[in-house]
């Protein structure tokens, strides 16, 4: 049995179900398709425990361990393969309503959940939320990249306010900053999200602010086009975007300006799609996306590993069959 671990409403999963389907599964619960393949059970953490049940005993020198969803009980045991691809966090029941108890709720599941996920003999794609959460760490994965020989700019996480000084110098005026991880946040009630900043000589008087919180300072880094790489197993995919534009999204092509951004296929040197397969499963997965500039010389620049990035964009405006390659690693472990 395969089991995606996702949001109800997650395009991604919808994409990858339709393609296991087309490969003979069928969903828990649907006739739908011709029965060949493994059953797929779609479940979100997100309804643990509120609405959903876990049970693992050991009694007899047996271990048994079960999920009641509302509807259906499963034998987690006989589960083969996992997708954790937007799962929601554990929630507590709504008549739970103090915020001090629904915090300690949702932290007795996270951790039991995490025991329960330890126990499943099953492939996992990415990886297994702690593999996962560490593999995400710029730090960690940038260190391995450049072990790998990865060309990477020179690059500093500090809260430090006099580094910010000396990279705008080392940087020659060039300077970029970003979050060391991209989450939102809020401002007057308001969800925001930092994008890639271009440092001016008027940040620099105002430096002390990121004694506050750690930023990433690198080089700006010129570019003919941008790559979003993905890997699922030993399989490579490459887009290529050129934002060049557009005024809003060429220093940060996650403002997905698509009317003015051209996405392509872009096919990758074999020693760079070797390496980017090899970074992958050194630290610990068995897909990420992974962020490149390509300068206008040619050379291929790393800046980030994404654990669980996106990628239905990629084969929406490329035609990439990434949603076939996870279908057939989930049902086969990738086998082309």
């Not at 779609?42 to 020198?61: L, M, N, V």
């Not at 300077?175 to 809020?186: D, G, R, S, Y």
């Not at 620099?204 to 602010?209: F, N, V």
């Not at 897909?287 to 040619?298: Q, S, W």
Request: hydrophobic residues 40%; charged residues 25%; glycine residues 10%.
């Amino acid at each position: 049995m395969i089991l995606i671990v996702s949001s109800r409403g997650d395009g991604a999963a919808e994409r990858v179900l339709a393609a296991l389907r087309r490969r003979g599964a069928r969903l828990v619960g649907d006739d739908t398709g011709d029965g060949t393949g493994p059953p797929v059970l779609w479940w979100d953490t997100g309804d643990f425990p509120g609405h959903s049940r876990i049970t693992a005993s050991f009694t007899g020198g047996q271990r048994r361990l079960l999920l009641d969803t509302g509807t259906k009980t499963i034998d987690l045991s006989r589960i083969t393969a996992v997708w954790r691809s937007r799962p929601g966090r554990p929630s507590a029941a709504g008549t739970v309503t103090e915020p001090s108890h629904r915090a300690h709720v949702d932290e007795q599941a996270e951790f039991m959940l995490d025991g329960v996920w330890s126990l499943l003999t099953a492939r996992w794609l990415p990886g297994r939320r702690a593999d996962e959460r560490r593999a995400h760490n710029k730090i960690f994965h940038m260190a391995r990249a450049i072990e790998l020989g990865f060309s990477v700019p020179d690059t500093v996480y500090t809260n430090d306010p006099a580094e910010l000084a000396d990279a705008y110098e080392s940087a020659e005026g060039r300077l970029v900053a970003k979050q060391i991880t991209a989450e939102p946040f809020q401002v007057d009630g308001a969800e925001h999200r930092a994008y890639t900043t271009v440092v001016t000589r008027r940040h620099l008087t105002s430096r002390h602010r990121i004694q506050h919180e750690p930023v990433i300072l690198q080089p700006y880094v010129p570019k003919a086009v941008e790559l979003r790489v993905i890997v699922v197993g030993t399989r490579v995919f490459a887009a290529e975007i050129d934002a060049s534009g557009s005024r809003a999204a060429r220093d940060d092509w996650r403002h997905y300006d698509n009317d003015r951004v051209r996405y392509g296929v872009h096919e990758l040197p074999a020693e760079v799609s070797l390496r980017c397969a090899r970074l992958v499963a050194d630290v610990g997965l068995t897909y990420a996306a992974l962020d490149f500039i390509v300068t206008p010389g040619g050379e291929y620049v790393f800046l980030e590993l994404n654990s669980n990035g996106a990628w239905g964009f990629v084969e929406l405006w490329t035609g990439l069959p990434v949603s076939d390659a996870i279908a057939g690693w989930l049902m086969d472990g990738g086998t082309p």
